[in-house]
């Protein structure tokens, strides 16, 4: 069975930072691109970043670009999400998924299994 364990959320200040960890199991955690995505309230799901299966390489959204880094430790089947200089607007459930290809890789109907969220909340 595949599993996805989002984990770390919390709340910091604006300007703070926190690393979420996405624990796996149940599949090839090398066969899987895996990508986190984050819903706001009254928002849609949006792509954050992710890991790409074919080549390794790293994609981010524009809004968190320079400030999030995504990492894998392939040996723990873990991806984590390094978030720094974190902004009130940040604020949302973040959820970590897994798809077998990495085509649309910040898309999320492309994404075909899926973890719980945690939330991070970011005050002012």
């Known amino acids: 069975e595949v599993q996805l364990q989002a984990s770390g959320g919390g709340l910091v200040q604006a300007g703070g930072s926190l690393r979420l960890s996405c624990a796996t199991s149940?599949?090839?955690?090398?066969?899987?691109?895996i990508g986190w995505f984050r819903q706001a309230p009254g928002k849609g799901r949006e792509g954050v970043s992710g890991?790409?299966?074919?080549?390794?390489?790293?994609h981010y959204a524009d809004s968190v670009k320079g400030r999030f880094t995504m990492s894998s430790d392939n040996a723990k089947h873990t991806v984590y999400l390094q978030m720094n200089s974190l902004k009130p607007e940040d604020t949302a459930v973040y959820y970590c998924?897994?798809?077998?290809?990495?085509?649309?890789?910040?898309?999320?109907?492309?994404?075909?299994?899926w973890g719980q969220g945690t939330q991070v909340t970011v005050s002012s």
């Open positions: 998924a897994a798809s077998y290809s990495d085509i649309g890789l910040l898309v999320d109907n492309s994404y075909d299994y």
């Open positions: 149940g599949f090839t955690f090398d066969d899987f691109t």
């Open positions: 890991i790409s299966n074919s080549d390794g390489s790293t």
